[in-house]
């Protein structure tokens, strides 16, 4: 992908296909591509390549953009709900491992621009960096449409994740009780099995490596939320704490 500017001209080498199959996820078109660019642009390219600017402002105004749509959304979705509520229910869809979770659903991966060492040991996998440059795309989408378009952009990512009542699912469950206990990272494996027209999945939850939930179904949502009510209901809290893989430790 090629864009300009007034000076200097960059080319941000964005594989053709990837961006394509990103863009159409994405459900929009770029009026000024150079936003698009710098949305996918790390910080380790800048340093290995001049005249580039990261993406790290763009992701600065993506974490407001989103937290004001999340908030007001949430505010009308559940009118009844304390502050506490509501802030928890914010917190599962703005997390860290939520925000990647979108980001891999976009294929945000294969299209960031990443510095050698980054993308040698898995840059385009790690949660943080695609955390980032998730919130870095809603910054971009928000000052190319304006507020519409981010709107529509966070209410497509979001909305799978909240059922109508504006009730968590137990994926965003699971994501909000480790952001806010264990700090640990999630991690989803699937495995199928069975011809095309009737594949079976069967999904694995893993916390820093480690399985804690095992979930079966038809679907990969399916079998994503089983293995992630298993796993939530492993590790929440009871009468007394829990350790990373639901062991009681109040004796």
């Known amino acids: 992908m090629t864009v300009s500017r007034t000076a ?10 990837a961006l394509e199959s990103f ?3 994405l459900e929009y078109r770029f009026t000024d591509s150079t936003l698009l660019g710098r949305a996918l642009t790390h910080r380790s390219w800048c340093a290995e390549h001049s005249g580039f600017s990261s993406n790290e402002r763009l992701e600065f105004l993506g974490d407001a953009v989103l937290g004001l749509v999340v908030t007001a959304d949430i505010y009308a979705r559940i009118p009844d709900a304390s502050e506490g509520h509501l802030s928890r229910v914010r917190a599962s869809v703005v997390c860290s491992p939520a925000l990647a979770e979108m980001a891999a659903e976009l294929g945000v991966g294969p299209v960031l621009l990443l510095g050698k060492g980054e993308a040698a040991t898995g840059g385009r996998e790690r949660q943080s960096i695609l955390a980032d440059a998730m919130e870095a795309i809603i910054g971009a989408v928000y000052l190319d449409g304006g507020m519409a378009e981010a709107e529509s952009l966070v ?3 979001v909305a799978p994740r909240l059922d109508a009542d504006g009730a ?4 965003s ?4 009780l480790v952001a806010q206990t264990h700090q640990g990272r999630l991690a989803y494996r699937m495995t199928e099995q069975g011809p095309e027209h009737d594949k079976t999945f069967e999904a694995e939850v893993l916390l820093d490596g480690e399985p804690i939930g095992t979930g079966f179904g038809r679907s990969k949502k399916t079998a994503e939320q089983e293995a992630a009510q298993q796993a939530w209901l492993r590790l929440r809290p009871h009468n007394g704490q829990t350790d990373p893989l639901g ?4 004796g």
């Open 155 to 157: 209410g497509r990512l």
């Open 8 to 17: 200097p001209q960059l080319d941000y080498p964005i594989p053709a296909k």
């Open 168 to 171: 968590q699912d137990f994926k």
């Open 247 to 250: 062991e009681r430790t109040d």
């Open 23 to 25: 863009l159409d996820r």
């Open 173 to 176: 469950r699971l994501h909000e």
